[in-house]
């Protein structure tokens, strides 16, 4: 599918939740400001220009032709989207610091010690995530509480993923084996050291179709 495509898919799923979403002011994101949540207008390409220049940054071509066409939304994944100004950090622009997953105890070799061996691990592991510079190369697209977020990679052979982060178990790498994070009936398959990659309009559709599911077919 193109990315013109998808879009416009994109945007058809959000025109059909939004009158429900409306009617019903009871979406996750309720916390938000209504406006903010059902108001989004596309961010001009000079306006994009502006923000990329100041801060050394160049967007993935799919989130930026998203700002483009649908815009800044916060209705999202998680407790919802960051808003864009908000989302970039001081590093930024600097090299994302990975070339594969960091899975720490998410991983299968970890998984798979002796409860006697685990604690040792685990302390290695966390000084090894600790070594990682969590704000280069990316975006924080989304909060999801209980200090998990996700990342937007700006940059490197992964550019234009999310990526997750969660400090509690060491873990640095794709949104795979999260989507029960959005998705309550989403049947996780068991660790792996290999994460199911999604760019960010996977991502996000996929937020939408499971809201599609628990809005639109709850209405029918």
């Avoid at 032709?65 to 989207?81: C, K, N, R, T, Y």
């Avoid at 700006?154 to 969660?166: A, D, E, F, S």
């Avoid at 660790?191 to 709850?218: A, G, K, M």
Wanted: charge should be negative; proline fraction near 6%; charged fraction near 25%.
């Amino acid at each position: 599918m193109s990315l013109n495509s998808r879009l416009k898919q994109v945007s058809e799923k959000l025109n059909l939740l939004q009158p429900i979403w409306q009617q019903e002011r009871n979406l996750r994101t309720s916390y938000i400001e209504e406006d903010e949540v059902f108001v989004h207008q596309p961010v001009p390409s000079s306006q994009l220009d502006d923000i990329e220049s100041r801060h050394g940054i160049n967007f993935p071509e799919a989130y930026r032709a998203f700002l483009e066409q649908i815009g800044d939304i916060v209705v999202g994944p998680g407790l919802g989207m960051e808003p864009l100004e908000k989302s970039i950090y001081q590093h930024s622009s600097e090299s994302f610091p990975l070339d594969r997953p960091f899975l720490g105890e998410l991983s299968i070799e970890h998984q798979s010690l002796p409860e006697s061996e685990k604690r040792e691990s685990y302390l290695s592991l966390g000084k090894q995530w600790d070594k990682i510079p969590k704000e280069h190369g990316v975006l924080l697209i989304a909060d999801y509480g209980c200090a998990i977020y996700a990342m937007l990679v700006l940059n490197g052979p992964m550019i234009g993923q999310i990526w997750m982060q969660q400090g509690e178990v060491s873990y640095y790498g794709p949104y795979g084996g999260y989507e029960g994070f959005d998705d309550e009936r989403y049947t996780f398959e068991g660790i792996t050291n290999t994460p199911s990659e999604y760019y960010f309009l996977e991502w996000y559709e996929f937020w939408l179709d499971v809201q599609i599911r628990e809005w639109v077919d709850l209405e029918e």
